[in-house]
T-cell receptor, first 111, second 113 residues
C-alpha cells in the first residue's frame, strides 16, 4: 500500500502546549498535504508542502518535509481546545494522480 | 463561494439494495473525487472525475461506480449493498485534475443493515 502512516495514533495535551504529529510515506511524491477532520465531518485543508520545500508555516502551523526519510511532521503551537480533531497527511505520488491518505492522528486538547 | 455539498447527509439501506449519492462541487471546480472512510480502513480513494471522464479509480469492486455531469456535479452509485459498505462517503472537489488542494464536503453517512 502507498498509504501514509501517522504517528502517534492518538495524542492528548493541555491547552497551550505544542502538538507534534508525524507522517511517513512510501513512494516519491509531488507534494504532501495535511488535513483536519472534526468528528465525523468532512476534511479541511491545512497546508500543502511541495517536494522541493523543507519547511512551511501557516499561522500556528509548521510543517516540515524530509524527502530522504520520506517523512513529514506537523507542529501546532499554543494549542487550543478547538484544535481537537483528527489530522491526516495526504500524499500525491509522482506516479499517478490520486491522493493517498494516512491513518490519522487523533488529537485531544484539554482545556 | 458555496462549499461542496453532498446529499443526502444520512442514509439507511438494507443489504442487497442500491444507493446513489450526490456531490455538487465548488463553482468552477472541474475535478471531483470520492473517498470511503471507515474506522478499520481509514480514508480510501474510490475514483476521480474530471470533465465528465473518470481519470483514476481505486481498488474497489465494480459495484461502486460513478459519473460526472457537464456542470461538474457528480454521483456515485453502489449496487447490491453489503454490510461492509457502511461508511462515511466523502466527496472532494478541486480546480484541476489530480494534485492540489482538495475541498471536502461534509460527507454522506451510509448505514447498511
Amino acid at each position: 500500500s502507498q498509504q501514509g502512516e501517522e504517528d502517534p495514533q492518538a495524542l492528548s495535551i493541555q491547552e497551550g502546549e505544542n502538538a507534534t504529529m508525524n507522517c511517513s510515506y512510501k513512494t516519491s511524491i509531488n507534494n504532501l498535504q495535511w488535513y483536519r477532520q472534526n468528528s465525523g465531518r468532512g476534511l479541511v485543508h491545512l497546508i500543502l508542502i511541495r517536494s522541493n520545500e523543507r519547511e512551511k508555516h501557516s499561522g500556528r502551523l509548521r510543517v516540515t518535509l524530509d524527502t530522504s526519510k520520506k517523512s513529514s511532521s506537523l507542529l501546532i503551537t499554543a494549542s487550543r481546545a478547538a484544535d481537537t480533531a483528527s489530522y491526516f497527511c495526504a500524499t500525491d505520488p509522482n506516479t499517478g494522480n490520486q491522493f493517498y491518505f494516512g491513518t490519522g492522528t487523533s488529537l485531544t486538547v484539554i482545556p | 463561494k458555496a462549499g461542496v455539498t453532498q446529499t443526502p447527509r444520512y442514509l439507511i439501506k438494507t443489504r442487497g439494495q442500491q444507493v446513489t449519492l450526490s456531490c455538487s462541487p465548488i463553482s468552477g471546480h472541474r475535478s471531483v473525487s470520492w473517498y470511503q472512510q471507515t474506522p478499520g480502513q481509514g480514508l480510501q480513494f474510490l475514483f476521480e472525475y474530471f470533465s465528465e471522464t473518470q481519470r483514476n479509480k481505486g481498488n474497489f469492486p465494480g459495484r461502486f461506480s460513478g459519473r460526472q455531469f457537464s456542470n461538474s456535479r457528480s454521483e456515485m452509485n453502489v449496487s447490491t449493498l453489503e454490510l461492509g459498505d457502511s461508511a462515511l462517503y466523502l466527496c472532494a472537489s478541486s480546480w484541476g485534475q489530480g494534485a492540489g488542494e482538495q475541498y471536502f464536503g461534509p460527507g454522506t453517512r451510509l448505514t447498511v443493515t
